[in-house]
Nanobody
Framework: QVQLVESGGGLVQPGGSLRLSCAAS????????MGWYRQAPGEQRELVAT???????VYADSVKGRFTISRDNEKKMVSLQMNSLKPEDTAVYFC????????????WGQGTQVTVSS
């Protein structure tokens, strides 16, 4: 069955760094665009970053220059390097796999908590 398993979340001080990883299984990873989304308490889930099959990336304005998304098709993993973290980055981060067919196919991980606090 399809699985997206996130890891790497935790508590970090402002200005610190974390690296999130997502291990995928149960689908043809290389065919899917991959992404990271986040949801803070009381807020809607929002896009953080995406990476296409070909490696093209898109970032939310709020994380540009601080976060980097990457993928390894052989290992079936997608990562999010987060630097210069701010308290407003605190949220549950979700891994997403998307296939652009009609209707699109979306898979989600269970989420990992990131807390930025002193």
């Amino acid at each position: 069955q399809v699985q997206l398993v996130e890891s790497g979340g935790g508590l970090v001080q402002p200005g610190g760094s974390l690296r999130l990883s997502c291990a995928a299984s149960g689908f043809i990873f290389s065919m899917y665009a991959m992404g990271w989304y986040r949801q803070a308490p009381g807020e809607q889930r929002e896009l953080v970053a995406t990476i296409t099959r070909g490696g093209n990336t898109v970032y939310a304005d709020s994380v540009k220059g601080r976060f980097t998304i990457s993928r390894d098709n052989e290992k079936k993993m997608v990562s999010l390097q987060m630097n210069s973290l701010k308290p407003e980055d605190t949220a549950v981060y979700f891994c997403n796999a998307r296939l652009g067919v009609v209707p699109p196919i979306n898979y989600w991980g269970q989420g990992t908590q990131v807390t930025v606090s002193s």
